[in-house]
């Protein structure tokens, strides 16, 4: 994004959704749910719509129009139309860039275009009118600019924010990819926006969810390889060499099909296709193995890693996509051999679909970057917040030694006014401990949802298997056989294990004999069964006395394998013993053997349930949806009921069997208003004068949620694109804000 400022991402997760939903829902009427969207997602008065009139022979276009209005931007709807660097708009078109204006001054200074050729037809209509601030976003495929968004005049302010300017320039991409797909058939629209839904929804999910950037990137091939109907995908990322230099290498991240048992590989700049597409930031295209082959990229350096396990394989078609920030690339997604393959090949929309992908992604790892930073000075931050309490722990035992000390000797007390002052003070440090601990459960409750642990431990040893594979190192998955569930934090929990899993590959750097062994075990502790144990197990080079000790004084190791070397496992000790409420043991060797370590995780297990819903709405695809998002959930169960009969009978005549029915549901999702007529939220209302403690379940719903006086009206095209959120929060008794 040009304008470089970090969006709350609850905020920036529950906007994209929105969009992403309108714009699926209003395909009819596209060109109006843009300017609507973005209207109401920046507050601004009005809203125009510019898409560029391409000629019949393909070539470039050299004008703008406005094909879609809403405030008093209608009035210019089919009459404003800019050449190429023409007025305010044609310029900023021109540039490609977006632009905001704070002021009636900078809108209407000649420097930056403005003429003000089309006014006139809003003046005609609205004398009054005047432009007093403006932000406008060019909409892109790739680097190409199809069009141009504006919204004027931010609603009970002076001009927009940075972060409205943020906001626009991040929804702008699904908005161009949108309208750029009303020139493809209804299904392949909807795939792809599903698509384009899902990747936003990386982006601006819990940054904690998407710390261990191999998780990321491994979700991204996969939905790219589902999305194209392709055999495989990659994706590349540049090898940041640190102190500002720029990056010498390209190393694939994640694969999947047969690409991933190439994870690892690298390319330098300008080797091969891969390095060919990161040197140049230009997309490719091939539509069969000959047209590769004689392209003059192609090296094949690395084919045969998938030759030796699919011989008859062949690379029939492929695209290629660099991942770009403004001018810099730092990256490279692909996707190959269209199916059925070698019959078919990608078409040329879909390699732009691709580059609008690529995109995103580049933003998604960038975010991703920066939450590793802050979760490492969080880690710090957490250190520091510890030792305060420590500190305030040991103030609070000095004192109350004091205070015992002179009333079991009054004859060297002070007089009794300082004994009475003492109890003041043991007093006052009571309440000053009691609202220390409320703080410490306060912060351990934040963000937490119930994870899966052996799902967990299995997502990790996926994920590193490839990486491990290549380094020559065995991986052994030894789980217990019944799931078990505890309540943390994701990003933290997945950032500890990723610690001791690398301090274990660390140990085992080098080494041929024995043949490097990495194990991940999962056991339900038999002296406890609240417990559940989590161990890494490596058979490398094992700790000293001294390193052991160490650990034992402050949950750190300082490795003999450099100075920058077992940093992560203090990071993993704070993360489950001070964040999680747990405890990291370590055995050097482990038990029965004679060499390597084995950290223990101890967690404290949470107990489970089937969490059910129901669904009162008689929009059958808005149900649907939701069923569908829980399709790979155990642990939730999705009804559906079109028709409020069930509440209905409730009321007419306290029907016991629909009590019964309904009281088996967890929450209730209850549309407000039906297209019968009938109201739901009369009858919620009617449940409250009876007393219905059935009331406490159901969350009223509605695609257009007004203020509803004494009922909270819940958006649901925000409740269906954030419904695991909901559903995880609802678990644990809090409600969508």
Request: charged share 25%; hydrophobic share 35%; glycine share 8%.
């Amino acid at each position: 994004m040009s304008s470089g400022v970090k969006l709350d991402a609850a905020e920036l997760k529950l906007t994209l959704g929105k969009v992403t939903a309108r714009l699926v829902e209003g395909a009819g009427l596209l060109y109006e749910a843009v300017v609507r969207t973005a209207m109401e997602t920046t507050d601004a008065e009005a809203c125009s719509l510019y898409l560029e009139d391409r000629p019949p022979d393909g070539g470039e276009a050299q004008t703008i129009s406005m094909v879609a209005g809403a405030g008093f931007e209608k009035h210019r709807v089919g009459k404003a139309s800019y050449r190429r660097g023409e007025g305010l708009t044609g310029t900023i078109w021109k540039k490609g860039v977006s632009a905001k204006y704070d002021s009636t001054k900078e809108v209407e200074d000649p420097a930056n275009g403005w003429q003000g050729k089309f006014n006139r037809f809003v003046k005609d209509q609205e004398p009054a009118w005047v432009c007093r601030s403006l932000i406008a976003v060019p909409l892109c495929i790739g680097e190409h600019p199809i069009g141009l968004l504006k919204v004027e005049n931010k609603r009970g302010a002076s001009h927009f924010s940075k972060e409205d300017q943020a906001l626009l320039e991040v929804i702008a991409s699904t908005m161009a990819l949108a309208i750029e797909n009303r020139r493809l058939s209804e299904q392949t629209s909807r795939k792809t926006l599903s698509a384009l839904d899902e990747m936003s929804g990386m982006i601006a999910s819990d940054p904690g969810r998407w710390a261990a950037l191999n998780r990321l990137c491994r979700s991204i091939v996969q939905t790219c390889v589902e999305l194209f109907s392709a055999q495989a995908g990659s994706l590349y990322l540049e090898e940041q060499m640190g102190n500002g230099q720029p990056a010498r290498r390209i190393r694939m991240v994640a694969g999947a099909g047969y690409e991933q048992y190439r994870i690892g590989t690298e390319y330098e700049l300008g080797e091969g296709l891969t390095g060919a597409i990161w040197q140049d930031g230009a997309p490719r295209k091939f539509d069969s193995n000959d047209e590769l082959r004689q392209s003059g990229v192609w090296s094949g350096a690395n084919d045969g890693i998938i030759i030796k396990r699919q011989p008859n394989w062949v690379c029939s078609s492929l695209i290629g996509a660099p991942l770009r920030l403004g001018h810099q690339t730092i990256g490279v997604l692909k996707v190959e051999n269209k199916e059925p393959a070698p019959t078919t090949h990608f078409s040329d929309e879909e390699l732009q679909t691709l580059q609008i992908i690529a995109s995103i992604v580049a933003l998604a790892v960038q975010t991703t970057s920066q939450m590793r930073r802050i979760f490492d000075q969080g880690i710090r931050a957490r250190e520091v917040m510890h030792s305060l309490y420590e500190r305030v722990e040991n103030i609070i035992i000095n004192f109350r030694d004091v205070h015992d000390a002179i009333l079991a000797h009054p004859d060297q007390s002070p007089e009794r006014r300082s004994v009475r002052l003492l109890n003041v003070v043991r007093e006052a440090l009571d309440a000053t401990k009691r609202r220390v601990n409320s703080y410490r459960m306060e912060r351990a409750q934040q963000r937490r949802e119930l994870l899966d642990v052996e799902q967990l431990v299995r997502g990790m040893g996926d994920r590193i298997q490839g990486t491990l594979l290549q380094d020559g190192i065995g991986l052994v998955l030894d789980q217990s056989p019944d799931p078990v569930y505890v309540r943390g934090v994701p990003s933290q929990l997945e950032e500890a294990l990723h610690n001791l899993i690398w301090n274990a590959v660390e140990a085992m750097e080098g080494q041929t004999e024995p043949a490097p062994l990495l194990v991940l075990r999962v056991t339900v502790a038999e002296d406890q069964r609240g417990w559940v144990e989590v161990s890494v197990i490596d058979n490398g080079c094992g700790l000293s006395p001294d390193q052991q000790a160490q650990f034992g004084r402050d949950g750190s190791i300082a490795s003999t394998k450099g100075p920058d070397r077992g940093l992560g496992v203090r990071q993993a000790y704070w993360a489950i013993a001070f964040d999680h409420g747990g405890n990291l043991a370590v055995s050097s060797p482990p038990r029965g053997s004679d060499r390597g370590t084995e950290f223990t995780a101890r967690l404290p297990v949470e107990p489970t349930g089937l969490f059910r819903l129901l669904i009162i709405d008689d929009n059958e695809d808005y149900g649907a949806g939701i069923i569908a998002a829980f399709d790979d959930r155990e642990d939730v169960a999705v009804d559906l009921e079109q028709t409020p009969d069930l509440l209905r009978n409730l009321l007419e005549a306290a029907e016991s069997d629909a009590l019964r029915q309904l009281s088996e549901y967890d929450y209730i999702l209850l549309d407000a208003h039906f297209e019968s007529g009938e109201s739901g939220l009369d009858i919620y209302r009617h449940l409250q004068a009876q007393g219905s403690q059935l009331t406490e379940k159901i969350l009223v719903i509605s695609a257009d949620p007004t203020d509803a006086g004494d009922v909270r009206v819940y958006d649901k095209i925000s409740i269906r694109a954030s419904i695991s959120d909901v559903v995880n929060n609802l678990r644990t008794g809090r409600r969508p804000q």
